[in-house]
């Protein structure tokens, strides 16, 4: 039995087969490869929720961001290494970044500069190697990890809060309609919510949680600061963040070749010019909020502006905890290279990180210059109520090899100083010593400071039984 359809049904089948051929057509173009049946369906599903132009655009979005789009367009790249330095750019969000890949790209050529790369791990070494610089916004340790050449580091910073308006507006300017809010949920929210509402946003705070310290400061450093602040007394925060981090993100930011800001833009990529060799042409901003109005997927209004307030800073003091320590130090950097710069000094971007033999420990490029040895001191100490220690477990990384421990302290204890060792890198050792506890507690979380500034928390439990007894080293 034969079936006859309609005009109205053989329009809609001629529709359905031109658009499978119009996503199998882009899907091979960009991968290489033919399509498989539940992706077409995907996609197809994509086409029917927005319209043509746009259904295209966030196809190719979501390809060219796979890993097998690198993987399947540069392996035909000669497999070799690159012996010359190049310059990695921290691209941190909303710093100017996208206006000085453009002019680093009309400068030098597009050949020279790489595209914004969100992830290091999907770019082949080959690629990496023909790149003079390599811009991206992955983190520290990813960049030592997948790029194996000697390198100078650079970046640009901004106001944190400042910064944070500023990716509000942006994130706000977008039209939720195209696109997908599991993978951009910030622009979802963005149109939903106002300013105070959206920094308020649990997922949000999560999400941005000191955004600009975790593109250059390796995280078992932020996990380690997190770890002690948050178990310190109030009295004792503000010291911690003065003293131990403070200068902990110092030593990270001297590693870096030149350290601009957005502030004062357009002087610092006068002097990014003159450390590469070349003169601009023209210095600009193209991806300013403000600009964009109307364009592709954003909105056609304008965002409206909003003033930097001191609710606001109390709003989001959390969320840009260890970023505001890092533009204010970034800042006494730039101001320094600036004042070096009008006297025709340039050696500040002589810093070279070597890792041209592959992944180097972050141990070792950052570890502090050695410090003479600290006078070991007996002491003793009457402890009223004692507990001794059994196995410690290191909650972040490794313990190094440290003899002495400057303090020790504890929300259920007094400061005390003991000395600890090292079991051969592993992440158990043993503790000699006491704590001096007001309760009968089983288990501790306890921050150590060591002499050389750096800081670790351990979790230890207690052996059940107290008495009086002397320590004494």
Request: hydrophobic share 40%; glycine share 4%.
């Amino acid at each position: 039995m034969s079936i006859n359809k309609t005009d109205g049904e053989k329009s809609l089948f001629k529709i359905q087969v031109e658009l499978e051929t119009l996503i199998s057509f882009i899907f091979k173009a960009l991968l290489k490869r033919e399509i498989d049946p539940i992706t077409l369906q995907y996609y197809k599903e994509m086409f029917k929720s927005y319209d043509l132009l746009s259904s295209i655009e966030q196809m190719v979005q979501t390809l060219i961001f796979n890993e097998e789009f690198y993987i399947r367009n540069f392996l035909e790249y000669e497999q070799t290494s690159n012996k010359d330095i190049c310059y990695v750019f921290i691209h941190i969000h909303k710093t100017g970044g996208v206006s000085l890949n453009l002019m680093l790209k009309e400068n030098l050529g597009e050949e020279r500069v790489s595209f914004i790369i969100p992830s290091l791990k999907i770019i082949p070494l080959a690629l990496i190697n023909k790149w003079l610089i390599i811009d991206t916004h992955d983190t520290f340790e990813n960049i030592l990890a997948y790029i194996q050449r000697d390198m100078k580091i650079f970046t640009i910073l901004r106001n944190p809060y400042d910064r944070l308006i500023s990716l509000y507006r942006f994130a706000k300017s977008f039209d939720p309609k195209y696109y997908n809010p599991d993978t951009n949920p910030l622009i979802y929210l963005a149109d939903k919510l106002e300013l105070n509402e959206f920094y308020s946003n649990e997922f949000v705070k999560n999400r941005l949680s000191n955004s600009i310290t975790r593109h250059i400061i390796p995280i078992n450093y932020i996990q380690r600061w997190m770890e002690a602040y948050y178990s310190l007394r109030e009295e004792e925060r503000y010291d911690y963040l003065n003293k131990t981090v403070r200068k902990e993100i110092r030593h990270i930011l001297e590693k870096f070749a030149f350290i601009g800001l957005l502030e004062d833009f357009e002087f610092s990529v006068k002097i990014l010019g003159d450390i590469l060799g070349i003169k601009f042409k023209e210095i600009k901003r193209d991806n300013v909020t403000d600009n964009i109005a109307g364009l592709g997927t954003t909105k056609k209004e304008p965002i409206p502006k909003y003033a930097l307030t001191e609710d606001f800073k109390l709003l989001v003091k959390d969320i840009v905890l260890f970023d505001e320590i890092v533009y204010e130090e970034g800042l006494k950097i730039y101001n320094d290279i600036k004042d070096r710069y009008k006297n025709g000094d340039l050696s500040f971007a002589n810093k070279v990180i070597q890792n041209s033999s592959g992944y180097m420990a972050l141990e070792n490029i950052l570890k502090y210059q050695s410090a003479p040895e600290a006078e070991l001191k007996p002491y003793k100490i009457k402890l009223n109520k004692v507990a001794k220690f059994k196995d410690i477990t290191l909650v972040n990384g490794k313990l190094e090899t440290y003899k002495v421990v400057k303090h020790i302290s504890s929300e259920m204890g007094k400061f005390i100083t003991l000395k600890v060792e090292n079991a051969n890198g592993i992440n158990k050792i043993n503790f000699s010593g006491y704590l001096n506890s007001k309760l009968p507690i089983n288990e501790a979380k306890i921050n150590i400071d060591f002499v050389d500034g750096s800081r670790d928390t351990i979790r230890i439990n207690l052996i059940e039984g107290y008495e009086e007894k002397y320590f004494e080293d």
